[in-house]
């Protein structure tokens, strides 16, 4: 069955980093694209960067760009998200979920927990 168990989050002042890790299981993983989501209370859950199957290509929301890294390892199933320069509004519980491209919907229904980022001073 298909499994992402996201970790890393934690409380971080206005400008510090954390790295995100998201374990992916039951699906072949190096076949896939990985995207990173966040979501905060009462909103939908949003886009925040995207890695290609081999590694080779990125997109990232306009909000993130420069300071947020995607990449992944395909030997060990995980995608990573490195976040600097942390702002209040990057605030949320992030996800990860698999997709055939970057255009495309997640191609999995069930998500993780995700794991909760807190920037507050």
């Known amino acids: 069955q298909v499994q992402f168990v996201e970790s890393g989050g934690g409380l971080v002042q206005p400008g510090g980093s954390l790295r995100l890790s998201c374990a992916a299981s039951g699906f072949p993983f190096n076949f896939y694209a990985m995207t990173w989501y966040r979501q905060t209370p009462g909103k939908e859950r949003d886009l925040v960067a995207q890695?290609?199957?081999?590694?080779?290509?990125?997109n990232y929301a306009v909000s993130v760009k420069g300071r947020f890294t995607i990449s992944r390892e395909n030997a060990k199933n995980t995608v990573y998200l490195q976040m600097h320069n942390l702002k209040l509004e990057d605030t949320a519980v992030y996800f990860c979920n698999a997709q055939r491209s970057f255009t495309s919907s997640p191609v999995f229904p069930s998500w993780g927990q995700g794991t909760r980022v807190t920037v507050s001073s």
């Open positions: 890695i290609s199957s081999s590694g080779f290509s990125t």
